[in-house]
């Protein structure tokens, strides 16, 4: 049997007539989810340690502890631990060896909006696991070599740049001086970092108030099967179209093989063909 039609299964998407895109990641929040394309062609290193981090679980019950609207959203650091009891505490992230900062590798983005990229500190090769989405064009200080050695952008917001925007809406909340800024969704200015611009869906800092971001790989599985067919299944993209295509040659001339409304679930499809032509499949989704 020639398994090579199954060799397939690297994730597309977008509208794209060839070439290779990268991971694609939907980051769940309270006021929707974002999909990211994450550039593992041009920032391989900063993407795999990204990937590591989701795939390890290190990012279960994460959430954010730092917004400041106009500029970033930030999380990785922080998760929750007994979420829901009364004895949840909310410990750092276990870390893995920080990454070589890759802002001058591949191809040059640019930190502005909807764009995603890795906190760190004064050292150019000190990101570990923390985050930040860039809520504005912030490309004339985070761009800038003599600030960490520039921040490395991985990934953009290919839907999803409504929900993001929704963080630009919140309000400073001083609980010593009983501000309370309406609507409720607040940034408690707090005592010390790494909590001192810390958001919340409410006043009070439990953990039902915190803005959790789940997030999931988009990953796509071929399983060859006894009679010559495979299945193809894939974390689908919510509220979207997901396109499952294939190919018999490079360069790639994409055939429809489904179409299909993704809900955020796994979703499966069977390729019937039982030649012995290698195939090469993909997903792309579109709004």
Not at 66 to 94: D, E, I, K, S, Y
Not at 162 to 175: E, G, K
Request: proline letters at 5%; glycine letters at 8%.
């Amino acid at each position: 049997m020639n398994f090579s039609r199954w060799l397939g299964g690297l994730i597309f998407f977008a509208a794209m007539a060839s070439g290779l895109a990268g991971t694609l990641a939907q980051f769940r929040t309270t006021y929707g989810d974002l999909e990211v394309e994450l550039y593992d062609q041009d920032k391989p290193a900063t993407v795999q340690n990204f990937i590591r981090y989701v795939q390890s679980g290190r990012y279960t019950n994460a959430f954010s502890n730092r917004l400041v609207p106009g500029f970033v959203l930030q999380a990785g650091g922080f998760a929750v631990t007994n979420r829901g009891a009364t004895n949840w505490a909310t410990p750092a992230v276990a870390t893995f060896p920080p990454v070589t900062n890759e802002f001058n590798r591949g191809k040059f983005y640019s930190n502005v909006f909807g764009t995603l990229a890795m906190a760190k500190n004064s050292d150019p090769n000190s990101a570990t696991s923390q985050f930040f989405f860039n809520l504005a064009d912030n490309s004339a200080s985070l761009d800038n070599t003599n600030n960490s050695g520039g921040f490395t952008v991985f990934g953009h917001v290919v839907a999803g740049t409504n929900v993001l925007a929704m963080f630009n809406t919140f309000q400073y909340w001083l609980p010593q001086f009983g501000i309370m800024p309406q609507p409720t969704n607040l940034v408690l200015e707090y005592y010390a970092a790494p909590f001192n611009t810390w958001p919340l869906l409410n006043p009070g800092v439990t953990d039902s108030n915190f803005v959790y971001i789940d997030i999931s790989l988009l990953t796509v599985q071929i399983a060859a099967k006894t009679n010559r067919t495979c299945d193809i299944s894939w974390n689908s993209a919510a509220g979207m179209t997901n396109y499952v295509e294939f190919t018999t040659n490079f360069p790639p001339v994409w055939q429809l093989l489904r179409t299909t409304n993704g809900n955020g679930s796994t979703m499966k499809t069977t390729d019937s063909m039982t030649n012995n032509a290698p195939r090469f499949y993909r997903v792309r989704v579109a709004n």
